[in-house]
């Protein structure tokens, strides 16, 4: 049986369009926050995982099975420091529960653009921005799609910042299988998934925008301009500058300590 985790935001529908149906009976498709598939995977809980790109930095023999990924070449929407002070002067950052990559995103762009490091908290997930108690929050996924209710004086786009700042692609999230796991026969069905998914992205926009109070118009914009889902070279030369900034502010989580 092997246990294949996604992330539970409308980001990841292109990726996994029928994919329960192109899954055999041994395998088994759960979704969740990004956070928590990170958690379950390096706790050995799942074999194969959508994790945030930070994590699989943390070098637990972990490999990346499909160039199918969660990725971004300019504003990618769902990713947004809301910040009721001027962005430089930041003291206290929320960060939402939901996030690996983009909390340690915003981190390096607030060091490398001005020098900041703010005392970060977390946005628990059923907690509203507006009520944080911090001077700016970190925002990811579905819930970062909507205009804000709070009066803000600064909002960012964080796929637009880092390609602003770096001139390159971000990768969010990618398909990681731990050392041992057994998911050769996984790795065509994460491409033809996504190669339908791509195909299908007019009725996957129909049929998830209105639950989600968005038109379909800008959900079917959000699936083919802001998000962009094959890792390739500039997208890898993206991770690998991601990389080396969170190694700079000591951001890349470690690895888990072995189980008996
Ligand atoms: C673009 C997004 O990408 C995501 C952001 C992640 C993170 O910050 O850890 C992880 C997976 C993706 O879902 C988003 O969630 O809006």
């Known amino acids: 049986m092997t246990r294949i985790g996604a992330v539970s935001y409308l980001n990841t529908k292109p990726l996994i369009h029928q994919m329960r149906d192109a899954l055999g009976d041994q395998d088994s498709l759960s979704l969740n926050l990004p956070s928590r598939l990170a958690s379950q995977l390096a706790a050995g809980d799942l074999d194969v995982a959508l994790i945030p790109s930070v994590e699989y930095f943390r070098g637990q023999k972990y490999r990346i099975v499909s160039d199918a990924v969660i990725a971004c070449t300019g504003p990618?929407?769902?990713?947004?420091?809301?910040?009721?002070?001027?962005?430089?002067?930041?003291?206290?950052?929320?960060?939402?529960?939901?996030?690996?990559?983009?909390?340690?995103?915003?981190?390096?762009?607030?060091?490398?653009i001005y020098g900041?490091?703010?005392?970060?908290?977390?946005?628990?997930?059923?907690?509203?921005?507006?009520?944080?108690?911090?001077d700016g929050v970190?925002?990811?996924?579905?819930?970062?799609?909507?205009?804000?209710?709070?009066?803000?004086?600064?909002?960012?786009?964080?796929?637009?910042?880092?390609?602003?700042?770096?001139?390159?692609?971000?990768?969010?999230?990618?398909?990681?299988?731990?050392?041992?796991?057994?998911?050769?026969?996984?790795?065509?069905?994460?491409?033809?998934?996504?190669?339908s998914g791509l195909a299908a992205v007019e009725s996957i926009a129909e049929t998830h925008a209105a639950a989600n109070g968005l038109t379909n118009h800008d959900l079917l914009r959000y699936f083919t301009e802001n998000l962009h889902f094959r890792l390739g070279s500039r997208e890898r030369q993206g991770l690998e500058r991601f990389r080396r900034s969170c190694d700079a502010l000591g951001l890349i989580p470690q690895p888990a300590t072995d189980r008996a």
């Open 138 to 195: 970190l925002i990811i996924g579905d819930r970062a799609m909507h205009p804000e209710h709070g009066v803000y004086e600064e909002i960012w786009d964080l796929g637009q910042r880092w390609n602003q700042h770096t001139g390159l692609p971000f990768v969010f999230a990618m398909w990681v299988a731990s050392e041992l796991a057994e998911v050769d026969h996984l790795v065509p069905i994460f491409e033809s998934c996504r190669d």
């Open 76 to 112: 990618v929407w769902s990713v947004r420091l809301v910040s009721r002070v001027p962005i430089q002067k930041i003291r206290r950052l929320a960060l939402d529960e939901g996030s690996r990559t983009s909390a340690a995103l915003v981190r390096v762009l607030l060091w490398e």
């Open 116 to 134: 900041l490091k703010p005392e970060t908290v977390m946005l628990p997930i059923e907690q509203s921005p507006d009520a944080a108690d911090a």
